[in-house]
């Protein structure tokens, strides 16, 4: 599965003048005409998944499992979440049960009056699916984002839900418009086995999963059969607990004039049919996630980071 490229268009002047202010004060004097012109061609054209309806989903997201819960001030986690939209990170990955609702309401605030370039991804957990619980998780998560549909919706996790009941309810969202594809997450191989088996369960756009440089035991099963069926995984936590300050990443960075954390979501979305959502606060660290977009990681590179950081069982 090949990562693909939007339609490329110039950019506005407004959007240009987000990208210098967004650039700024990240780069060197030296590269920041480099850099405008490169971020320039990543805003109107960044890496792309396919799911398996062939739409197109951004390769590289932005998380929010800790937004909105004072870990910094709401006015930055908002500015940094914009940043990361001009940047080209155009997918948002948020679910209701992230600090009770509070992040919902942070990432409306922050799509207000944009909605239309961003890729919204929420989640509904399995206590609330009885009945017609999706419906009113999906209208409540949709209330607090303050938009009328989602591009897509998840189921959180198993836990003793009907699936074939949530299968159900997730299609008719779907016909109805307020979704525009549905997924899973935390799943392992045995439950997208039961899930295909389900009528209209080969429906599912993806299945959003732990996986990282360090966290790699997806590639043993989960990520192959996915990719069977011509279905990307999402990763969650892709730059692991402590990724961020390993020494061959910031080895490898430092050729490329980048950080660690650059290296590492490069490598998570190498192939093509993962995507990756790090989560930041920090506009500063969003600078750095972004530079992921443009950065080709060369086969000695991988090989470096295979030897450094193994799949068990692989």
Known sequence: MKIEHRNQRSLSR????????????????????????SASA?????????????????ALGQGSWHLGQGRHPDAAEEEALRTGLT???????????????????LVGRVIAGQRERVFLVSKVPPQHTAGNGVARACQA?????????????????????????????????RTAGKIRA????????????????????DRCATNQVLYNLGSRGIERDLLPWCARRGMPVMGYTPLGNNLVRDPV??????????????????WAIRGGNVIAIPESGSMEHVRENAVALSLALTPQELQTLDAAHPCAGC
């Open 141 to 173: 998560s949709l209330a607090r984002l303050g938009t009328d549909h989602l591009d897509l919706y998840l189921l959180h996790w198993r836990g003793g839900e009907n699936l074939a009941g949530v299968v159900a309810a997730f299609e008719e969202l």
């Open 87 to 105: 940047l080209g990170m155009t997918l948002i990955d948020t679910a209701e049960v992230y600090g009770g609702g509070r992040s919902e309401q």
């Open 249 to 266: 990443l910031a080895r490898i960075g430092a050729a490329h004039g980048c950080t660690a954390a650059a290296v590492a979501l490069a």
């Open 182 to 201: 549905w997924g899973v997450s935390n799943f392992n191989v045995r439950d997208m086995e039961e899930l295909f088996r389900i009528p209209h369960g």
């Open 14 to 37: 407004r959007e240009f003048g987000g990208l210098c202010a967004a650039l700024g004060a990240s780069l060197p004097a030296g590269a920041m005409m480099a850099a405008l012109s």
């Open 42 to 58: 990543l805003a109107a054209a960044g890496p792309t998944v396919k799911l398996p309806d062939g739409t197109l989903a951004p």
